[in-house]
Structures are given as C-alpha cells and as structure tokens.
C-alpha cells in the first residue's frame, strides 16, 4: 500500500511574508510588544523625564540590566531619548520623543482595554481551569524557569 502526500498550499496575508520590506516591521512589533518597552513606554507617558533610578523604581520587577537593555533598544528605535549631564556622579534623564509618544496613546489603550475586561479574562481562566482540572494557582508568565527547561541530553561514549 502506497501512501499519498497532500501539499497544501498556505497563504499568508502580504504584511506576514518575510520580505526585507517587512522585516522591520518585525523588529519594531517585538520591540512594541515586548513586556518592558510597554511598561517604559506608559510609565514615561505618564511621567515626563525620568532619571535612571527613578524610571527603574516605577517599573515593578526590572533589573538594572533589564532597563538599560530596554532603553538602548528604544533609544536605537528613536522612541527614547537619553540626556547625560556632566556631573559628578553623572545625571542621565530618559524621556520619550514624539514617536515614542505616539505609541502612548496605543499603551494606553491596551491598558484600558485590559482593566475592562478584567473579570471576562478571569471567568475563562476559571472555566478553563475547571475544564482541564488545573490548580487554583495561575502560570507565571514569561521565560520558563530553570526547572521547567528541557535538560541537554548527556553525551555517551
């Protein structure tokens, strides 16, 4: 008996072909879409220039190097832009440019999106905790932990 192969032929929508023409736009959507930007991009919309420690104090949960990786990345991207002041120690203010506040108004609205419908996200966790007898207690969100990542297979031999 001879098996047949079926090839489907998949269509993507034109903005989701990896051309050099929207490979940018990839890069800028992970750069956007990335949990620390957004949270740099509501807490300066909301503040103004910030200083390092004050931005890193506002943002729960960042590590030093966490931020100063964030903010390169947005400062590159034109979102952010960084003032040294010649002192000593050095002051450094952060503040978000036009462009950068252009995609405020879009943090923003993710996050009223996201306190509307609070108790709708938590009724379909319920539900579909219920469904799939899972516990009580949510999945922390974000790069699996060390005890969760498949271990390396060990070399025989």
């Known amino acids: ?17 990896h051309t050099p023409a929207n490979c940018h736009a990839r890069e800028m959507l992970a750069r956007v879409g990335d949990k620390w ?18 931005l890193r104090s506002r943002v729960a949960g960042i590590s030093q190097r966490m931020l100063t990786v964030t903010l ?13 002041y010649p002192e000593v120690p050095p002051r450094v203010e952060y503040a978000l ?5 252009t995609l405020r108004q879009l943090v923003r ?7 509307a419908h609070l108790v709708e996200v ?5 539900a579909y905790d219920a469904r799939n007898r899972r516990s009580v207690k949510p999945a922390a969100l974000g790069p699996p ?5 498949a271990r390396p297979a060990l070399a025989t031999g």
């Open 1 to 17: 008996m001879s098996k047949k192969t079926v090839t489907r032929s998949i269509t993507r929508p034109p903005e989701l072909e």
């Open 37 to 54: 930007s957004v949270y740099v991009i509501h807490v300066l919309g909301d503040a103004g220039t910030l200083r390092f420690n004050e």
């Open 72 to 84: 390169r990345g947005m400062e590159r991207d034109g979102l952010v832009t960084r003032k040294v």
């Open 97 to 101: 440019t036009e462009l950068g506040a």
């Open 109 to 115: 609205g993710l996050i009223d999106w996201s306190g």
């Open 122 to 126: 938590d009724a379909a966790r319920a």
């Open 145 to 149: 932990t060390p005890s969760r990542r």
